[in-house]
Nanobody, 113 residues
Framework: QVQLVESGGGLVQPGGSLRLSCAASGFTFSGYWMFWVRQAPGKGLEWVSSIKYDGGRTSYADSVKGRFTISRDNAKNTLYLQMNSLKSDDTAVYYC??????WGQGTRVTVSS
């Protein structure tokens, strides 16, 4: 079955960096757009970034543009989110989202001094 497993979250100081990963299985990863979505404490889901199936097109929410970079390795069936210059507003659970309404379990990112 379709499975998405995120990793890489943690506690980081403002201005720091983290790299999230999402390991995909159960479908042809290279054939689908993939997405990162986050949910801050007490708030709804917020789309963060998207990437085309071949990595040839990416898009970002204005709130992360210039700081976050989405990428993928289709040979490894893995999606990434490089997060730089982190702010307290980036504190959230980050989810990987893919085809067939698939979601990972989420990885928590806390930005705090």
């Amino acid at each position: 079955q379709v499975q998405l497993v995120e990793s890489g979250g943690g506690l980081v100081q403002p201005g720091g960096s983290l790299r999230l990963s999402c390991a995909a299985s159960g479908f042809t990863f290279s054939g689908y757009w993939m997405f990162w979505v986050r949910q801050a404490p007490g708030k709804g889901l917020e789309w963060v970034s998207s990437i085309k199936y071949d990595g040839g097109r990416t898009s970002y929410a204005d709130s992360v543009k210039g700081r976050f970079t989405i990428s993928r390795d289709n040979a490894k069936n893995t999606l990434y989110l490089q997060m730089n210059s982190l702010k307290s507003d980036d504190t959230a659970v980050y989810y990987c989202h893919g085809p067939f309404a698939s979601w990972g379990q989420g990885t928590r990112v806390t930005v705090s001094s």
